[in-house]
């Protein structure tokens, strides 16, 4: 079978574990690892590592600096989105291959970049001092097929550059491993925003908003955070081992190091082709114990609960996408699906929808941004509320990762189940959807059962 494949291609060696090929390029700037951990799904079964961006895109609450190929820092305060927008744009459009990525922008989306979308109260504590947007252009890619199997070096040779230096990018790669050690080790005590009591107390006011009709349901975060040093690359590797998951990723800027094995689809586009898949509902994982594994399972396909939870998000997103897309194309092919990962079990709807003329991924993004699987419905309360009563901004946590190529194709991920390095400190989050009939302690668990693969990964790291 012939594979459609861009100008510049080199096929490369097919290793099962592409990270081989990550840390080849480990003293490159700004590398990314968009990882499916060996996931053969048709809808996971690439690996994309790319690194040193021909230009550079960070946003701060003061604005937006650009770096461009010339070494200049430009300075905006237009909104970010529209500014990726602007330099994508600045690129001929590519026509599409049959690989995922050959070139284009990736990065991260912090969950408090729907600050510039929406107007939503500063109350709670800012201790991230992250970026809210680190974007990347980038000219080449390593792609992975763990299909079938086979690896490639492309690119769609935008940049001079980049063809200037084909041959000696293609020795690099091929280079024997330099056997780099990595250790990374965290320490003291782990601090959470959230004990008990004020959870509940927090809990108690979301309950008291649904009965007055503010919201219908409210996603609440805990946050945990330890003194961590060395190298998070090190720490990832031991994360993709405890819990690996379709949509990881590790992504590493001057500011910030992002380390993520989430499980969920934010957006995913191929050509004018919408996708959505938010999860809503959870159980915990007995693999030692088949028999209470799948009672939990069904429990949660024929929880009631679950369901309406979970249709509540999936009519926000219908909302969400009907602002971008043709009227009466957004479809629900498949509501409710089980899909079980290494320490829990989810509920998971699949959205689909048509791309209106005049649109594209960018202003799709915007659209949708923040997820609302990770917010509450309606969007801009529950968001409010999240600022009410969580101690702490969220940062990157339950923003995306993603990918946007010159192609004009794009998918990306929730950040969940997603640690944060910078300042020599380790953050984690996780969360749950709290509607009228939740439980308290039921939701407190729930927390920690998502938690749990990084717990682990903690307990290994000191």
């Known amino acids: 079978m012939s594979v459609k494949l861009p100008p510049l291609c080199e096929e490369l060696p097919y290793h099962l574990d592409s990270s081989h090929y990550f840390e080849l390029l480990d003293n490159f700037p700004w590398p990314v690892f968009l990882d499916s951990t060996q996931n053969t799904t048709q809808d996971n ?25 010339q070494g200049n820092d430009i300075f905006s305060n237009e909104d970010p989105f529209k500014l990726l927008q602007q330099q994508l744009q600045d690129y001929p459009q590519q026509n599409s291959t049959d690989l995922p990525f050959c070139g284009g922008a990736i990065g991260f989306f912090s969950y408090d970049l729907g600050r510039t979308i929406e107007s939503i109260p500063n109350t709670a504590q800012n201790n991230e001092q992250i970026p809210d947007m680190a974007v990347g ?12 199997q086979q690896c490639w070096l492309v690119s769609f040779g935008i940049d001079k550059q980049t063809r200037e230096q084909w041959a000696d990018l293609i020795d690099c790669i091929n280079k024997p491993s ?71 990723s590790f992504f590493s800027t001057p500011q910030v190091t992002l380390l993520s094995s989430s499980p969920e689809r934010l ?24 028999n209470q594994d799948l009672a939990l399972a069904n429990e949660l396909l024929n929880s009631i609960k679950d369901r309406a939870e979970n249709l509540m998000i999936v009519d926000l997103l219908r909302n969400d996408l009907g ?10 092919p498949k509501p409710f699906a089980l899909e ?48 009410e009563l969580e101690p702490n901004r969220r940062g990157a946590y339950c923003g995306s990762m993603a990918y946007i190529g010159f192609d004009g194709e794009m998918d990306s991920n929730i950040l969940i189940r997603t640690l944060v390095y910078s300042d020599t400190r380790l953050r984690f989050w996780a969360g749950g959807g709290i509607v009228a009939d939740s439980n308290a302690d039921d939701e407190y668990q729930e927390i920690h059962d998502k938690a749990a693969a ?3 990964l903690i307990e290994q790291l000191r």
Request: aromatic share 8%.
């Open 45 to 69: 079964r690439y690996d994309i590592i790319a690194a040193d961006p021909i230009v550079t895109l960070t946003t701060t609450e003061q604005g937006t600096t650009i770096h461009d190929q």
């Open 323 to 332: 602002k971008v897309c043709i009227p009466g194309s957004i479809k629900v």
């Open 137 to 148: 252009i980038y000219d080449w890619a390593i792609i992975t097929d763990h299909q079938q």
């Open 267 to 290: 957006l995913h586009v191929k050509g004018d082709q919408v996708e959505t898949k938010p999860i809503k509902g959870t159980r915990r994982r007995t693999p030692n114990n088949p």
């Open 454 to 456: 990084i717990l682990k």
């Open 340 to 387: 079980s990962f290494a320490t829990v079990h989810h509920l998971v709807s699949t959205i689909t929808g048509t791309l209106a003329d005049g649109q594209d991924v960018v202003s799709l993004l915007r659209a949708c941004f923040p997820g609302g699987s990770i917010t509450g419905a309606p969007k801009l309360r529950a968001m409010e509320i999240i600022e």
């Open 178 to 248: 330099s056997g780099n050690t990595y250790s990374f080790k965290v320490a003291g005590k782990l601090r959470c925003n959230f004990d008990r009591k004020k959870y509940q107390h927090a809990f108690s006011k979301i309950q008291r908003y649904i009965r007055e009709g503010d919201c219908y349901q409210v996603n609440l975060a805990k946050r945990f955070e330890i003194n961590a040093e060395g190298n998070p690359w090190f720490a990832y590797k031991l994360l993709r081992q405890i819990n690996p998951a379709p949509f990881s």
